[in-house]
Each structure stands twice: as structure tokens, then as C-alpha cells.
């Protein structure tokens, strides 16, 4: 075959390169061009490789993903579902996903639930037209997402190709990455108990949201085990706002000096902070607070926030492995967590 020069291909073309352009350029065949770019498994000469390669940049070719998906039943394409984006643990855990995916040659697309049982509904339902290679829900989950409509959209994916995977215990063949939320917030009760506290308050989102409602029955379990009290349980949401609203409320009703306050995230804590500075209560020597996550900014307040450490870009890469990976432990452990105690829960007589 012989090869047309990378500009004599776009002179003779006013359309985006195909890759019929490309096998041209590189004086290869459409086949050839077709393994090179479009991920076969069949092995391609270091020489065509590198030849095919060059005149794509040149071209500026860039593979159809939607050809890729017909022809292939799935496309390069792994949806990352989060419940909102601008919440530190699921921007860490999106940077994991990002990572494991630019290793596999897969593009991240992601989309926002708002924690909307609804609305993840509709969006699977739209993602199912992408074909998409995995789908990871990492969303939080509600006892509302088990819903049969959700499960049959999930299922409809599956059938297609694409793995399905979930953080927390999921339902059929769909893979899974598990924290272990109970753990992690039993271990954190019993090391404020360790430190004198007796009395607690906590500060939640929604029951029937699976990884709050988990924190909380660990460390109600941890602490009441321990000797101690858990006064009340406020419901708010996984937001700032929220935990600063709730906090508000617990202080209205009275908040005894000694207490400590556990947020079931550190978002939600960095909020119950901000209430109890506004209504003159000091963190660590009068309130204490703990939250859940280690988010960066954690360590960064003042007092230093104690929390429970979740190893966020590792297990949103744990999650993209099990979308691509042939082979995954279809019962794996669930990752254990790291008590991280600070000055903002310090140590009490008994």
C-alpha cells in the first residue's frame, strides 16, 4: 500500500479525519489502523504501531466511541455516579477512579445523583445509551436505591457488557468495594471512651441512608459498650450546612460541657464547628467534635479535627479495578480503618 503524506490527507478533506485517513497515511491497512487504535487484543508490529500512531496525532484523529461501542458491545467509557461533587470524599474518590481509568486507556464520565433515588434512576437510564464499559455507583447509598426500577436499568447494563459496581453491599452479580463504616466508627467510640467521654450526641443525615445509618450503629454500639451514653441523634444531611443547621438545634436544646459531638462526616463536623464557635462554645476544652472521612481539611481547622481515616483514592481505584478487572473476589473484606484522634477530642478524666 502506499502511504499519502499526513497533509495530503487533510488537503483532500474537509470532515474530521476517519480512520480510513490514518491507515492511509500510514500505509497500513484499515484492519491494522483499526487494532492499533481501537484496543484489540491482537498484537500490531512496533513499527506499524509507531506508524499508525504518528499520523493519527498528525491527523488529529480521535477514535468514534460510539463505532467502538457497536462493535464492541461496550465503549472506553467507565460512569462514575457521586452524590455531589463538590464534597471532598467524593472528589478524592473520583481522583482514584481517574487514575486507575487513564491506566487502562478509559475515559471518566461523571454524573451527580444529589442523592436523589429518582434521579439516579433517570441517569443510569441515560448512561445505558453510552455503553459504558463499567458503571460505578458511589453515590451514598438509600434503602430507596434497591428499588426494582434501579435494579432492572442496572441489570439492562450488565446484559450489554458493562460490570456494575457498588460501594457497600450490592445485590445480584453486581461487584463490590466495602469500607467498613461499623468498624471504623465502633473503633472511634471506643477510643473517645479510652479518653473519659461518656456522654455523646450525633449529628446524621437521613434515615435509610446506608453509610450514615452504618456509622451511627457502630459507634452507638461502641460507646454505649464502653459505659457510655448517646444522648440524642440529629438528622440532617451529608452538607455543611446542614451539620452547622443541626448543631444549632442540639445547642438549643442543651449541650452539657464535656459532651462529644459526632458527626458522621467531617463536612458535616466542619459545619457543627462553625455552630458552636457562633454560639460561643469552645471546641475540645468545653464541646468536643469528632467527624468521620480524614477529608483534607480536617487536619488543616482549628482544634484539628479527630476522625475515622478512609483511604478515598484507593478505594475509588479499587472500584475501577473491579469494573475492568477479568477476575474480582466476588465477597472481598471490607477495607479496614484508621482512627485518627486529634486535639479536638482531647483527653478527659473519667
Known amino acids: 500500500m502506499t502511504a499519502m503524506s499526513a497533509d495530503e490527507v487533510v488537503r483532500t478533506r474537509t470532515s474530521a479525519p476517519t ?6 497515511a500510514a500505509g497500513v491497512s484499515l484492519a491494522t489502523a483499526s487494532r492499533v487504535l481501537n484496543g484489540s487484543a491482537r498484537k500490531v508490529g512496533v513499527s506499524y504501531r509507531d506508524r499508525v500512531l504518528a499520523s493519527a496525532e498528525e ?16 465503549s472506553a467509557v467507565i460512569a462514575l455516579l457521586v452524590a455531589d461533587i463538590a464534597d471532598p470524599y ?10 486507575g481509568a487513564d491506566e487502562a486507556g478509559l475515559v471518566v464520565t461523571i454524573s451527580v445523583t444529589e442523592r436523589d433515588p429518582a434521579r439516579e434512576i433517570r441517569l443510569v437510564r441515560a448512561l445505558r445509551g453510552q455503553r459504558p464499559r463499567g458503571l460505578i455507583l458511589a453515590a451514598s447509598r438509600s434503602t430507596e436505591s434497591s428499588a426494582a426500577e434501579l435494579q432492572h436499568e442496572l441489570a439492562a447494563i450488565a446484559a450489554t457488557g458493562g460490570r456494575v459496581v457498588g460501594l457497600g453491599p450490592g445485590q445480584g452479580d453486581m461487584r463490590t468495594v466495602l469500607i467498613d463504616n461499623r468498624g471504623g466508627a465502633r473503633a472511634l467510640a471506643a477510643a473517645l471512651i479510652a479518653r473519659g467521654f461518656r456522654t455523646a450526641v450525633v449529628l446524621a443525615a437521613q434515615e435509610g441512608v446506608r453509610t450514615s445509618d452504618d456509622r451511627i450503629a457502630g459507634f452507638a454500639d461502641g460507646f454505649t459498650s464502653g459505659g457510655g451514653s448517646v444522648e440524642r441523634i440529629y438528622r440532617g444531611a451529608f452538607t455543611r450546612e446542614a451539620g452547622e443547621r443541626v448543631m444549632g438545634e442540639a445547642l438549643h436544646e442543651g449541650i452539657p ?5 459526632f458527626a458522621v462526616s467531617d463536612v458535616v ?4 464547628l462553625t455552630a458552636l464557635r457562633e454560639a460561643g462554645r469552645s471546641v475540645g476544652t468545653d464541646v468536643a467534635l469528632a467527624g468521620f472521612d480524614d477529608i483534607p481539611g480536617a487536619s488543616d481547622v482549628t482544634p484539628a479535627l479527630t ?3 478512609v483511604p478515598l483514592d484507593a478505594v475509588g481505584y479499587s472500584a475501577l479495578r473491579a469494573a475492568v478487572d477479568e477476575t474480582w473476589q ?18 478527659r478524666s473519667a
Open 257 to 261: 460541657s464535656g459532651t462529644v459531638v
Open 330 to 347: 466476588l465477597n472481598p473484606a471490607a477495607l479496614r480503618l484508621e482512627v485518627a484522634l486529634r486535639d479536638s477530642t482531647p483527653g
Open 307 to 309: 476522625t475515622v481515616r
Open 269 to 272: 463536623a466542619i459545619g457543627a
Open 90 to 99: 467524593f472528589s478524592l474518590l473520583a481522583s482514584g477512579v481517574v487514575r
Open 19 to 24: 480512520l480510513h485517513d490514518v491507515a492511509n
Open 59 to 74: 491527523l488529529g484523529y480521535t477514535a468514534n466511541l460510539s463505532a467502538q461501542a457497536t462493535a464492541k458491545g461496550t
